[in-house]
């Protein structure tokens, strides 16, 4: 089985940045493509971020694009999620994701993904 832990989320005011991890385990984790979710109250999981396994291919909503960077470092089964220049409406939990293994290109659904984290917070406040 695969575990994802997420960590690095919090409380910063608008335009700050944080950077978020998601720490992966098990035996047959191998270098999926994973992606960034986030859900904020009343409001469905959206997909913030995607990249495919090796890294050479990214997505980003719209709503991120120009402030947030997806990387990966496989060596260490290690994703990361840059967040700069936050806004109040970047308020959410954000969500890792990991498919099963090592499909090629990037999932933008959650019905693509098999692995979720339990989340972090990422608060912005005006």
């Known amino acids: 089985q695969v575990q994802l832990v997420e960590s690095g989320g919090g409380l910063v005011q608008a335009g700050g940045s944080l950077r978020l991890s998601c720490a992966a385990s098990g035996r047959t984790f191998g270098s999926p493509a994973m992606g960034w979710f986030r859900q904020a109250p009343g409001k469905e999981r959206e997909i913030v971020a995607a990249?495919?396994?090796?890294?050479?291919?990214?997505y980003y909503a719209e709503s991120v694009k120009g402030r947030f960077t997806i990387s990966r470092d496989n060596a260490k089964n290690t994703l990361y999620l840059q967040m700069n220049s936050l806004k109040p409406e970047d308020t959410a939990v954000y969500y890792c994701?990991?498919?099963?293994?090592?499909?090629?290109?990037?999932?933008?659904?959650?019905?693509?993904?098999?692995?979720w984290g339990q989340g972090t917070q990422v608060t912005v406040s005006s």
């Open positions: 990249i495919n396994w090796s890294g050479g291919s990214t």
């Open positions: 994701a990991a498919r099963k293994g090592r499909t090629p290109g990037i999932a933008l659904l959650t019905t693509a993904y098999d692995y």
